[in-house]
């Protein structure tokens, strides 16, 4: 499984932010297990510190800005959260003494090669996913936006763009977590449509903003009177004021679809505000940052309430963590005792297995034979060899052991086990592994329905022939 991660040393940026215009000494510092992202204010009296999270965010406009009661701001994160987010840091603590992240090149990738050259570290505890279990959908019609996210091995986001303009079209981008953000995505500069540059002028905006750290699309040709004027508020030389392919400005595009590929980092830093790390494909279609927290808040909403319910969920299209050969390398176990299947999830302190139930079953044949049903025994038996696996994965030689019954408790079978049911088993730990003991509470599930639970403690014993 893997690991969380922060960064490897300190990182110092500086620049100025896009909206504010005021410079900005950011300094990224690695931060504990369990951490998360925040931003730290040192600036301010009684540096107070921001967690990058759904809850804090106040505004929307131009960027995402997080504030807390007292008033603190961070404003125009999702760059370097989408960097951190894509690169798969965990843990980081972010000072800055000033109110805006500096845009830099418009993009994240000066992030990105001050984490490469820093390095990122492992640290000694799990990284936390969490699967999508059913559709989640925002939309916003008046704008055109939608965003769904559909349940899914991995994480992937697909981002469709069309602003009905000659210049910019039609874009796709799609990106899953087994790319390299770094080439794929990092490079990718915000971008802005020509005519919306004086309303951002005129609402206080944009004081950082310049030719070199944005893709300006122009969607018509400009006279040299526009070409003045645009010169002047980027304090540029009127000479140098070109458009090359409907682009103002002396940079060239990375990829043809670079403004969808930038709307879709966007999305990644936006969405890492929910707090989790999640498996799930998302479609996005015009999105903005109001639209991308306004999901972040259902996929919230969402992964809260199912890890409020006790009830695992199964898809048998996902492909399992541990499958029977791979369960045979930890347990002993085998035919006609091997009582698991295949594992289809595992966390810090918890294991989930499947266990289908044919008429096959060799205990069948006298409990009962005209009326078929699973000996409560072997349902304990099968939340005990599931919980043996959790143990066992922790020790570097799980061949070597075994895993024995010292304690059962408050045993509970509340309906019949019979073929053609799937028996969902979820153990999760009560009392780590501490001097060979382990204490654990299971529970077997039909669908939605506990058909039965007991409290267990085992110890586990080198084998004698090791």
Not at 17 to 27: E, K, P, Y
Not at 68 to 93: F, M, P, Q
Not at 345 to 373: L, R, S
Request: aromatic share 8%; with cysteine; glycine share 6%.
């Amino acid at each position: 499984m893997e690991k969380q991660t922060t960064l490897n040393g300190e990182i110092k940026l500086s620049g100025k932010g896009l909206h504010t215009g005021a410079f900005v000494n950011v300094t990224l510092k690695p931060a504990a297990t369990d951490y998360g992202i925040a931003f730290k204010r040192i600036d301010l009296e009684g540096t107070p510190v921001i967690p990058a999270l759904v809850s804090y965010v106040k505004d929307t406009s131009r960027g995402t800005t997080l504030s807390d009661k007292s008033g603190a701001r961070v404003a125009t994160i999702e760059h370097l959260l989408s960097a951190l987010y894509g690169l798969k840091v965990d843990n980081v603590l972010v000072e800055l003494d000033g109110e805006e992240i500096p845009i830099l090149d418009g993009s994240p990738l000066f992030w990105v090669n001050e984490i490469k050259k820093v390095g990122i570290a492992e640290q000694d505890k799990e990284r936390k996913y969490v699967s999508l279990k059913s559709q989640v959908v925002y939309t916003d019609n008046a704008s055109g936006i939608e965003i769904v996210g559909i349940p899914a091995d991995d994480f992937k986001v697909t981002a469709f763009i069309d602003y009905k303009t000659k210049v910019l079209g039609k874009q796709t981008a799609s990106y899953s977590e087994h790319e390299d953000y770094e080439q794929e995505l990092a490079k990718c500069r915000t971008f802005v449509f020509l005519h919306e540059i004086e309303f951002l002028l005129k609402a206080n905006l944009i004081k950082g903003g310049d030719v070199d750290n944005a893709l300006i699309f122009v969607n018509k040709e400009l006279d040299q009177e526009s070409i003045d004027r645009l010169a002047t508020l980027f304090n540029k030389d009127s000479n140098t004021i070109e458009v090359h392919e409907g682009i103002l400005n002396n940079v060239q595009k990375h990829f043809d679809n670079e403004p969808a590929r930038h709307k879709l980092l966007d999305f990644i830093g936006d969405l890492s505000l929910s707090g989790y790390k999640i498996k799930g494909h998302f479609f996005v279609t015009c999105p903005g940052h109001k639209s991308n927290v306004e999901f972040a808040k259902l996929i919230k909403t969402h992964i809260d309430m199912n890890k409020e319910s006790k009830v695992p969920v199964y898809n048998p299209n996902q492909a399992p963590v541990y499958d029977v050969n791979a369960i045979k390398g930890f347990l002993a176990h085998r035919y006609p005792f091997l009582m698991i299947d295949k594992i289809i999830e595992v966390g810090e302190d918890y294991i989930v297995g499947i266990k289908n139930i044919t008429a096959n079953e060799p205990y069948f044949q006298g409990h009962f034979p005209e009326q078929p049903v699973m000996p409560g025994v072997l349902q304990i038996e099968a939340m005990a060899q599931t919980g043996g696996i959790l143990v066992l994965r922790s020790i570097p030689d799980p061949e070597n052991y075994s895993t024995y019954f010292a304690k059962i408790d408050n045993v509970k079978f509340r309906r019949q086990v019979v073929p053609g049911d799937t028996l969902i088993i979820k153990l999760r730990v009560t009392e780590p592994l501490r001097r060979s003991f382990v204490q654990m509470d299971g529970e077997v599930y039909v669908g939605d329905t506990l058909v039965s639970s007991a409290s267990m403690m085992a110890q586990v014993i080198k084998n004698r022939n090791n």
